[in-house]
């Protein structure tokens, strides 16, 4: 043995280059073993986009609008009670102004035509918030006449029929005769607990109809804040150019025929509202 039990060059070699191939293996296999759970792992583009659900975020899924109350509400109704005792306010139209004969006034007919125990009460230029006379000096508004009303016992609605509003466009502020029409339907329920209120907003042969429709909006904003059915003449179009001149007594007030009109629309409204 002439290398002195040295080990030779070429067996170190052969020894190391095993060793690196083993290593390089073991290497391998820890790379394609499972990682851990809490491992954290890169994420690519390709895996942040793999067919994700769609989220809240996207646009098209958004909710749509809460609907406002003035543009898709459904109309209220009212609760007929199983004994119907009526009671009609309003102004010089509930009075029959214009008719031959004031039972021949709208009220009177549809009082007629329901059925019911009624009583009608109409004074001439008074309104929600309109008191009457020249400066709005009478104290006419309807709900010092409801609290007049329920003073009597011997006399209880349990359903409220209140028309105006034409006489309310002589108050400058369209807020005030809002606020009004809902203090009065809310002071008729605190009079007669249970009533149901049905609201008939201002009406009147054309051109004088054109004119009152911001009052309209007025008294129908008050009704939807007391969360009373409203019958809207005014949109509905029940006096028209074309009809208007057969049914005007004065330019500002519905003849006979006027009154009997205006009693059809609102029993096919009221039809409506009932439950």
């Known amino acids: 043995m002439g290398n002195g039990g040295r080990i030779p060059e070429w067996v170190k070699y052969a020894a190391l280059l095993v060793l690196a191939v083993a ?16 491992e954290t792992v890169p994420v690519t583009a390709s895996a942040s986009v793999a067919a994700p659900a769609p989220t809240a975020s996207v646009a098209p899924t958004s909710p749509a609008p809460t609907p406002t ?10 609760e007929l009670p199983a004994e119907p005792v009526l009671l009609v306010m309003g102004d010089s139209y509930t009075a029959g102004v214009g008719a031959d004969q004031p039972d ?3 009220a009177y007919l549809v009082a007629g035509q329901l059925g019911y125990p009624t009583n009608i009460d109409g004074v001439g230029g008074t309104g929600f918030a309109w008191g009457g006379g020249g400066q709005d000096q009478l104290a006419g508004e309807y709900e010092i006449r409801l609290r007049e009303i329920a003073a009597n016992p011997a006399f209880v609605p349990n ?6 509003g034409q006489n309310d466009s002589q108050v400058p502020n369209a807020e005030e005769v809002t606020a009004a029409t809902a203090q ?7 009079f007669w607990p249970g009533i149901q209120v049905v ?17 309209n909006s007025a008294v129908r904003a008050g009704a939807a804040a007391a969360g009373a059915p409203f019958v809207d003449a005014i949109e509905a179009g029940w006096f028209t150019v074309a009809n208007s001149p057969g049914f005007d007594a004065d330019g500002a007030h519905p003849n006979s025929a006027g009154h009997a009109y205006m009693a059809e629309k609102f029993l096919e409204a009221w039809a409506t509202l009932v439950q």
């Open 23 to 38: 290593a390089f293996g073991v290497a391998a296999i820890a790379l394609m073993g499972p990682r851990g759970v809490d």
């Open 69 to 78: 109350a003035t543009a898709t509400a459904p109309q209220p109704g009212i």
């Open 104 to 106: 021949q006034g709208w």
């Open 159 to 164: 359903v409220l029929i209140l028309q105006g």
């Open 184 to 190: 009065t339907i809310e002071a008729a329920r605190r």
């Open 199 to 215: 609201v008939l907003g201002p009406s009147a042969p054309q051109p004088l109809a054109e004119e009152l429709r911001g009052v």
